[in-house]
């Protein structure tokens, strides 16, 4: 009888474990991250970029978790809806890719990309892994959301030791999952900057600024296009 209720809460803890896991990662997507990771730090040391990647990791698993569990509460406490961090998620996106755009390319620079010249302390390197690295990079609106929705779904579901442990442990473990998968992509993205060389990190940073300008513009597109249909919903049955 122990057995049988040890295998059901397994089985239980699996299928909420696996369903935030496919919901997070094809938003996350770390592996497609690390384009945005190296044209941010094509100018920092190898060790600054291992640096970056822990933080970036730890920040993430912070900034999910805290959206799991409380990002709903916080947004109903400020009266903040979702379109409204998407639009607003967009926007800090789109900024930064506009600034990628237009810096200066590493090649006009005196020195050269095989020597880093970004001499950051740690506090430095530390403001930078969250922002933009972590938000709104690395986690952005759309992640956010997800994690939000995804809380809500496994708090609203089960009873007893299934909703108040189970759930929340298989969500927790996921999301420390998917931190680590995004430490192991940006841990070993120094070895892609290596095969680029000079030329190619020019060419790489400018596609991968103009890709994540498109992400953050239609991020903001979905949630103007959201508020659109929830300003219609309020205004229709009114007439």
Known sequence: MVSESFMQLLTIFITKFLFVMAALLPI??????????IS????????????LARRIAMYCALLLLGSMFTGGYVLSFFG???????????????????????????????????????AENHDA???????????????????????????????????????????????GCAVLVCSVLVYLCYRHADKLLRYLGQTGSVVFLRLSAFILLCLGVQIM??????????????????K
């Open 80 to 118: 903040v809806s979702l379109p409204v961090v998407q639009l607003s998620g967009g926007l800090l996106i789109t900024f930064a890719a506009w600034r990628m755009l237009n810096d200066a390319p590493p090649e006009s620079s005196p020195t050269s990309t095989d020597q880093p010249i970004q």
């Open 125 to 171: 390197l530390k403001q930078r892994a969250f922002y933009p690295l972590t938000f709104p990079l690395t986690v952005g609106p759309g992640s956010i959301s997800v994690a939000i929705t995804m809380g809500a779904s496994l708090t609203d579901t089960g009873k007893g030791i299934v909703k108040y442990a189970i759930s929340p442990l298989a969500g």
């Open 221 to 238: 597109w979905d949630g103007f296009g959201a508020l659109i249909v929830q300003l219609a919903q309020d205004v229709l049955p009114h």
């Open 40 to 51: 941010m730090t094509a100018r920092n040391t190898p060790q600054q970029r291992r640096y």
């Open 28 to 37: 996350m997507n770390p592996p497609g991250l690390v384009p945005i990771f």
